[in-house]
């Protein structure tokens, strides 16, 4: 066994004080074998390791001592009752409004409703759509902790986020989105189940884990709903484990449990900061970055790993911002011949150019990220008017075409038969490879019009933060190079 540093002795020396306590770990700086650790000091007590996802839940299994149960939130809120229900077949949006009766719920009877959108144009509201956005609302809602589904629920959509528009889509999806969480709790329903939708079944019954220690990991990106369900737990001691510089899903609902936890059980926060993935140069760069967005951690690189910071001209790896800057590099390795891998495969591509095959032939798409315009024509001209959030996917489709883009993503090799694996930054927490190169489409944020600060949203420096310590040996982060021109940080 690998001796423990000071700071991680120290989070022994915490735990074995039996007081609940918040560990800051930065990336690469031994947060796993840090609670191995401490569930290896104390064989006496019943523990329970609560992982993000099931693939760290099986590693830890094989890895922790025998006293420790590891589960993801879902996996301690499954029960096989639920097995029908969720081994339906796929459902579709059509389908499930069929299934319920959208147009029934609503009373409507002949056309198909019809709303603004903030460029003007009417946007017919079909059953599909209105059941999709239904379908998101009780998702972000099943996320939260809250007890009922309310507006703040109802996700905002481009193209649907001024008053009027929001106004009328409320309206539409909040008796949909009530009468079809009625059907998922009703055993003789007809939707689809979930795994999010018996997560929160499972946190409004209260439940009381039998354990004696609850380990949290990646408590930084912890849903507010197994969060109040840890809370709960007054009779057990818990640990929170993560890094809040690395919390990059808010957007989705989850929220800090780190911060939580120190505010509502008054836990002291603990550190480690010693990075065991890179050496000192790459260090350096994530700390410009931990700066920036105010965080009080500051990492250590290991100065028996060799690392530096400069061009690399055939990276290991090439970290975007956009699902469609990803799909854009893949086609540009394909072009050239090389064996490329896409983390999470094609599938987000595949469904993005589908949704813009839809409105350019002027169909309306449930896609969420398309749902609020009636034509692609709209899209254009949002994604001109707009932070360019949207930019990126008009280019990519004008250029190339959907079925190009289709076929591409059905070309994408397997990882471990790659030359050249690429990922969203999202999708690329939690990996690392040798050689790094980050893409340009994470772009310069823009001035603020009234104090011409250059304003940096706090969740995009998180992402950068995520993207920049992925890299072991060389990171290639020329992209970035704007970060010294940010002059303040908006929430």
Known sequence: ?????????????????????????????????????IAKSDPRRRMTYVAYNKAIAADAARSFPGTVLCKTGHGLAFDPRHLPRLNMPRQTAHQASQAIGVKQILGI?????????????????????????????????CYSSDRDIRAKHVPQYDGLTKEEPRNALLALVLPVALAAWADLTDEDGVLKLSHDHY????????????????????????????????????????????????????????????????????????????????????????NRWLHIIGAPLRLTGYDQAASSVGPVSEPDAILCRTNSGAMGIVMEGLAAGRKVALVGGGGDIKALAWAAESLQAGQPTDHPEL???????????????????????????????????????????????????????HKAKGREWPTVRIHSDFRAPKADPTTGHILLPREEGRLAYVAVTRAREVLDCEALAWVDTVTAVAA
Not at 124 to 138: F, V
């Open 1 to 37: 066994m690998v001796d423990p540093t000071p700071e991680q002795r120290e989070a022994i020396a915490t735990y074995g004080d039996g007081i609940d306590c918040v560990l800051q770990a930065g990336a690469g700086c031994g947060k796993s074998s840090t609670l191995k650790m």
């Open 109 to 141: 009877i002949g056309a198909t409703p019809a709303i603004p959108t903030d460029l003007g144009t009417p946007k017919a509201m079909t059953g599909k759509l209105i059941m999709r956005a239904a379908i998101d609302t009780i998702t972000r809602w």
């Open 199 to 286: 997560l929160k079944m499972w946190a409004l019954s209260g439940p009381k884990l039998r354990t004696d220690v609850v380990l949290l990991d990646e408590a930084q990106d912890t849903n507010d709903v197994l969060s109040a369900v840890l809370l709960d737990q007054e009779h057990t001691q818990r640990i929170a484990v993560g890094d809040s510089a690395q919390q990059i899903y808010s957007w989705r609902g989850a929220n800090d449990a780190l911060q939580t936890f120190v505010r509502t059980l008054h836990a002291p926060e603990l550190t480690l900061s010693q990075s065991f993935r890179f050496g000192p140069a790459i260090a350096e760069e994530a």
């Open 371 to 425: 749902m609020g315009f009636p034509s692609w024509d709209s899209v254009r001209e949002y994604a001109k008017e707009e932070d360019g959030s949207l930019d990126v996917l008009v280019k990519l489709i004008d250029e190339h075409g959907t079925q190009r883009i289709v076929a591409a993503a059905d070309a994408l090799a397997a990882e471990h038969q790659a030359e050249l694996v690429v990922s969203t930054a």
